[in-house]
């Protein structure tokens, strides 16, 4: 079955960066688009970038966040830079059109 872990979470402060990284298995990964999500505490989840031919993402991190994937380790990733304390959240991996979730890595923004 579709598996998906996610990790590369922290506490960093205002201004710096993190990579997050997304482990998926059970499924073919390369040609899948694959998406980050977040999720604040109170708030609906987001989408924040995906990627497939194109990369696309959410107005708020545009120019600060870029995705990319490595399909031999079928593994996907966000670099984070410039980050803003309301970047704080959970964030998770999802494949396209598939409802699994993974468990999430926690990114908090605080100085």
């Known amino acids: 079955q579709v598996q998906l872990v996610e990790s590369g979470g922290g506490l960093v402060q205002p201004g710096g960066s993190l990579r997050l990284s997304c482990a998926a298995s059970g499924f073919t990964f390369s040609g899948t688009i694959m998406s980050w999500y977040r999720q604040a505490p109170g708030k609906e989840r987001e989408l924040v970038a995906s990627?497939?031919?194109?990369?696309n993402y959410a107005d708020s991190v545009k120019g600060r966040f870029t995705i990319s994937r490595d399909n031999a380790k079928k593994t996907v990733y966000l670099q984070m830079n410039s980050l803003k304390p309301e970047d704080t959240a959970v964030y998770y991996c999802k494949r396209y059109s598939d409802p699994t979730w993974g468990q999430g890595t926690q990114v908090t923004v605080s100085s």
């Open positions: 990627i497939g031919v194109t990369t």
